[in-house]
């Protein structure tokens, strides 16, 4: 098994970045796909970005492309998601998630799940 923890939420202005980490421990890192997911208030968890073992393919949600880049650092044992351009509507609890498949937008392929960390877009 892994364990995931997500750091780096915080409050921020609109336009403004903030970098999400996603510390994996208790078993090999290298060996897993890392997906981004967020909740916002009263939405269902909805798919932002995913990073395959590899490093590619990478695979973003239509509303942050341009805007937002996944990454890992597999000797650090380490994923990220760096938001750029932050919008209100991003504003969410934002989880990391592992899964021995593939990169892949469905939750159902990520077996491991962080506890969250919230992003909230505000002036």
């Known amino acids: 098994q892994v364990q995931l923890v997500e750091s780096g939420g915080a409050l921020v202005q609109p336009g403004g970045s903030l970098r999400l980490s996603c510390a994996a421990s208790g078993s090999i890192f290298s060996t897993y796909a890392v997906g981004w997911l967020r909740q916002a208030p009263g939405k269902e968890r909805e798919f932002v970005a995913c990073?395959?073992?590899?490093?590619?393919?990478?695979r973003y949600a239509d509303s942050v492309k341009g805007r937002f880049a996944i990454a890992r650092d597999n000797a650090k044992n380490t994923g990220y998601l760096q938001m750029n351009s932050l919008r209100p509507e991003d504003t969410a609890d934002y989880y990391c998630?592992?899964?021995?498949?593939?990169?892949?937008?469905?939750?159902?392929?990520?077996?491991?799940w962080g506890q969250g960390t919230q992003v909230t877009v505000s002036s």
């Open positions: 998630a592992a899964g021995q498949t593939y990169c892949s937008n469905s939750p159902s392929n990520y077996a491991y």
């Open positions: 990073i395959s073992r590899s490093g590619e393919p990478k």
